[in-house]
């Protein structure tokens, strides 16, 4: 078991500094095209959310040549893989949570009208 759970810390480990060089590269590129102060708190933030992110995105991508770049391009577009993420998911997992309490407690549309 110490074995999977050191093998899975270094595959997250691995995501996570690919992500978070994709995150760098893309809080330099910001702050220096739009003529930004530099923020180390800032910068922190965002190397945490990319590296959030690659193990996200490396979670779902099967081993190929082409994953490192695929992780670290991800690290780069945080914020856009974060909005999609906020967007998408919780409009899944409401329609997944209507479902299965529609199923398990009944559907309470068909209650309210029945008690008028």
Same mark, same amino acid.
């Given at each position: /078991?110490?074995?999977? *759970?050191?093998?899975?810390?270094?595959?997250?480990?691995?995501?996570?500094?690919?992500?978070? *060089?994709?995150?760098?590269?893309?809080? *330099?590129?910001?702050?220096?095209?739009?003529?930004?102060?530099?923020?180390?708190?800032? /910068?922190?933030?965002?190397? /945490?959310?990319?590296?959030?992110?690659?193990?996200?995105?490396?979670?779902?991508?099967?081993?190929?040549?082409?994953?490192?770049?695929?992780? /670290?391009?991800?690290?780069?577009?945080?914020?856009?893989? *974060?909005?999609?993420?906020?967007?998408?998911?919780?409009?899944?997992?409401?329609?997944?949570?209507?479902?299965?309490?529609?199923?398990?407690?009944?559907?309470?549309?068909?209650?309210?009208?029945?008690?008028?």
């Amino acid at each position: /078991m110490t074995e999977r *759970l050191i093998a899975k810390l270094y595959e997250m480990m691995q995501f996570g500094l690919l992500a978070s *060089l994709g995150g760098l590269a893309n809080y *330099l590129y910001v702050t220096v095209n739009q003529e930004r102060p530099f923020s180390f708190w800032l /910068m922190v933030v965002n190397l /945490m959310l990319a590296f959030y992110v690659g193990n996200q995105v490396g979670s779902f991508l099967p081993d190929s040549a082409y994953r490192d770049g695929f992780i /670290m391009a991800s690290g780069f577009v945080t914020y856009p893989i *974060l909005a999609f993420m906020e967007q998408r998911v919780s409009r899944v997992l409401a329609s997944v949570g209507d479902a299965a309490l529609n199923r398990w407690i009944g559907d309470s549309t068909k209650r309210d009208k029945s008690e008028d």
